[in-house]
């Protein structure tokens, strides 16, 4: 029972710590973003810098749901929770939006 217990705990340690390594890896995307060097040059750019944006708030806003959920003790660590799944790929999805969107600002116009 032990060994179980234990599981449990460093699991639910190991996705606290990959939801705050990817709340980090955000704040700086969105730093980033905002960065003169990072600034679009035409209109299908500025769509995509917006639409960008509007996906970082987005995933700002569930990753407070999400922690208030953690904190108020709402989420079972014990089975795999969809949500908290959910979250960590919704950051997949926003890295590799921000990766295709700096790909396209080095593309020649």
Do not use: G
């Amino acid at each position: 029972m032990e060994h179980i217990t234990q599981n449990s705990i460093e699991y639910e340690q190991d996705v606290l710590m990959r939801v705050e390594r990817n709340q980090r890896m955000v704040q700086r995307l969105s730093e980033k973003l905002n960065s003169y060097i990072y600034e679009p040059k035409c209109p299908r750019r500025f769509e995509k810098f917006y639409e960008l944006n509007k996906h970082i708030q987005s995933y700002r806003a569930h990753e407070k749901q999400v922690m208030s959920k953690i904190r108020e003790r709402k989420i079972n660590f014990d089975s795999k929770n969809n949500e908290i799944e959910e979250h960590l790929n919704r950051f997949k999805k926003l890295e590799s939006e921000f990766a295709s969107y700096i790909f396209d600002l080095n593309k020649p116009l």
